[in-house]
Every structure is written in C-alpha cells, then in structure tokens.
DNA sequence: GCTTGACTTGACTGACCGGTCAACTATACT
DNA sequence: AGTATAGTTGACCGGTCAGTCAAGTCAAGC
C-alpha cells in the first residue's frame, strides 16, 4: 500500500477541510477533487466511494486529534485535573484560531457529521458510536483516576464521562450556531464540575 | 392570506418531517412534492425557495413545540422544579415514541439543523440562534423564580441556563449518535443539576 | 355570463450529482 | 529493451438538483 505519490493524500485533506466547513452533503466529490487539483477518474482510483472517503476522513481526524489533543492533554505527567483543563484550553484556542481564520466557529467535526448522518448512514453512525465510546472512555479513565487519588468523590465515573461528553458536544453546537468562541471561554470549564452520583 | 386549499399546509408538513428524519441538504424540493402530492409548480408558487421553506419548517416546528412541550412543562401551574422535570419527561417519551416508529432516535429538530447549517446558510443561522435565545430566557426564568423561591442557590442564572441548554443539546447528539433513547432516560433528569455560580 | 384571482399542471432549463471506463503516461524492476 | 505496476486523464452515464414558466382549471363576485 505504499504509494507513489500524495494524490491520496491531498484529496483526503480536501475532503476533510470542506466537510469540516459545510457538511457530507453540501460537499461534493467535484469540489472535493476541484481543491485537490485531482480529476475525478484519480479520486475514484483511491477510493470506491464518497462513503468510504468519508471513513478515512473520520480516521484522518481522530489520527489528528489523538497527536495533538489527547498526547497534549491526556498524558501521564498532568494531574486528571490537569488534564481537563489543557483539554478545554486546546480546544478553545482551536476553535478561536479557525474562527479568525474562517469567520465560523465550526464547531466539532464529529458532532457535525454524526448529527448530519446518523439516521441515513448507518455505517458512518456506527463509526461515529465507537468514535463517540472511546473519547468518553479517555474521560471516564481520568475520572476514574482522580476518584482513587482520592481528588474527587466516589461518583458514577462511565456516567459522569457522559453526561461530561454531552455538555462538551452540546457547548459546541452553541458557538457554532451563536457563530461566537466566546461561550467556550466562558462555559466549557464548567464541564470538570459536572458529577453524577452513583446510584446505590 | 387566507388560503382556499391545503396545498402550503401539506407541502411544510410534508417538509418538516422529511428534514427531520433526515437533513436539508438531502432532501429535495422534489421529494417534498412527492410526500406532499403536489406537483413542484406548486411548490413555487407557495414558497419562492428552499430557504424560505425551511425558515416556515423552523417556524412550524416552533408552534408546535410552544402549544405541547411548553405550555405543558412551564405552566405557572408548575413549581420550576416540576417544570424541569416535565420538560425532561416529555422530551424522554416523545424521542422514545419517534423511535419506536422510525427505528431512529431523530434528537433536537433545532440542533440537527443548526448544526447542519451554520456555516454555510447565514439567515437560518440567525433564525436559529435567536430561538436558542429564547429557549435560554426560558430556562432562565425558572431558574431565576426558583432562586427568588428559595428553592436554588444565588447561581449565575443566565449561565446556567446555556449550560443546561447545551447540555440538554449535546445529550441528544449522544441519543441520535447512539441510536438509544435510553440515554436520555439515564442522563436527562441530571440537566437540573447544573450550576454556574455567580462570579464575585 | 364574464372577469378576477387563487391555484394547478407538466414540460422545461442548465447545472450538478456520484460513479464508470477505456485509453493513456510515467516509473520501476528485470 | 520489455513489461508490469501505479497513477492519470477526460469523456461519458443516467439521474437529480433547484428553480422557471406559459397555459390551464376552478370557484367566487359582479
């Protein structure tokens, strides 16, 4: 699989820039293939499909995330308070950095396609649930961490990195639509406070 | 305005549930018609495009979630604690019974199309963003009776109420992601549990 | 009976959709 | 030099997109 040039490359790269400022649908594959400078014979060369590009796209972005967000922030040398915090402040000057550069907070690019395409591609939702899983995992093991340091009480950790998750995906859907960063300033911190108790 | 026939009725009907069950972007003019037994003609003369169609969907949607969810949950009749808790049961059962008909969680009319068309359509934007407003002022006012009750701490009550609001928001983007109401079921009822305090 | 205005119809436009394909070129290995 | 492999190209497919329009139907008002 390895290849002899970057056309693979460049169309993924358009795919994913596009789609992150529109959507699956409003974007198409001529577009797509228009940025690349690629004509549209070589995009179907690499891929089969628009589905199976908007795969790798989704793995092209988590492969991003995970070098910079999770090494940056989930990394063993912060405290799990540490950890949230680097998060929110990564993901606040992201999301203002492409707010000065585009003129739209655009928001999370996995919450984007999993509202848009969860009910009509069902192998893209299911992509999106595992995706969607192993973050609240990452969340749900730092919890986890902090309650046996004996920094947070004894609370329902899976649940917690939840409902954590959902204000986090659901805070971006506000500045996207307000078009305004500066509700992740002033509210995405507040996500650490969140606990659900266990039930006993 | 009076209108002699029910062809506009049947053609924003026709388009909101299709929008919803779905997206803008993937349903067409023609499919509205069709759902509608209209003929596009007709379309057009009700409606000079699909933009100002979906701004009458968004408006649709608006009336009927005010004459069902709101006048039921935040009654006068209520104390804001109640109110809460209606509004979660009411939003718990109606995304239960929608999947139970379509096999989908179908999440925030709302949120599905801001999320979808913040960036790229401007003046449904705004329309979308001034309703989030108004469900905020909502969510506010019960907080802020509550606090004049006693019944709440002296909480930021307009941060909490975003707070909530996107809690509430990003839940259903776990649901719809999920295709699971039970996590509604599970983590709804926690958004009355949110608290901003007041910055001194 | 005639006019008016409300609505309907179906054919049409040009652009774009995702996707196909046979022919072509450039490179690498033998 | 020959051949296989990787990649590129542009023309093409049937279908759908949002939107247009001239011609028609029909019921109410005069």
Redesign the pocket.
Known sequence: M???????TRILEAARDLIYASSY????????CQKA?????????????????TLAVIDNYYEGFKDSVIREAFSAALSPTERFQKLFELTITRQEQIYAQTGHVLGCPFGNLATEMATSDEVIRTKLDSLFTRLQRLIRDTLQEAVERGEMEDIDVAATAEAMFAYFEGLMILAKTRNDPGVLRKLLPATARIRIPKTH
């Open positions: 390895a290849m002899q040039s970057d056309t693979y649908a409003e974007v198409g594959v001529q577009a797509i400078q690629v004509k549209k014979g070589s995009f179907y060369y690499f891929f089969t499909s628009k589905q199976e590009l």
